[in-house]
């Protein structure tokens, strides 16, 4: 279904590095075949002195990122799933609740 791999900010010492992650995430995806991932997302996080980390989001790209890769995952786990399942995301997907729930 989905993969996602982690990045320290330690990377940018090595950008040929942070290259060669982003284009091996868009190769493991399905490219219509049946074979690779639905969704890829990459992911980019600094660990301050106090331990404290902090997601870097602005430095990788938005095909990467983390909003597409939830969006398609939900879309996938919906679509394969009965439409009685997981009513509350599907109307909150369609911009509303139930009113029962």
């Known amino acids: 279904m989905g993969f996602a791999?982690?990045?320290s900010s330690a990377i940018d010492a090595e950008p040929s590095q942070l290259e060669r992650a982003i284009d091996m995430m868009r190769k493991?995806?399905?490219r219509g075949d049946g074979n690779g991932y639905t969704a890829t997302c990459l992911l980019m996080y600094d660990a301050g002195p106090s331990g404290a980390v902090s997601i870097l989001a602005d430095e990788i790209p938005a095909d990467l990122g983390a909003p597409q890769f939830m969006d398609?995952?939900?879309t996938a786990i919906l679509d394969a799933a009965p439409a009685s399942f997981h009513r509350?995301?599907?109307e909150?997907?369609?911009g509303r609740l139930l009113l029962e729930e």
């Open 88 to 90: 509350t995301v599907r």
């Open 72 to 74: 398609r995952m939900i």
């Open 5 to 7: 791999f982690a990045l």
């Open 92 to 94: 909150r997907r369609r």
């Open 28 to 30: 493991l995806r399905d």
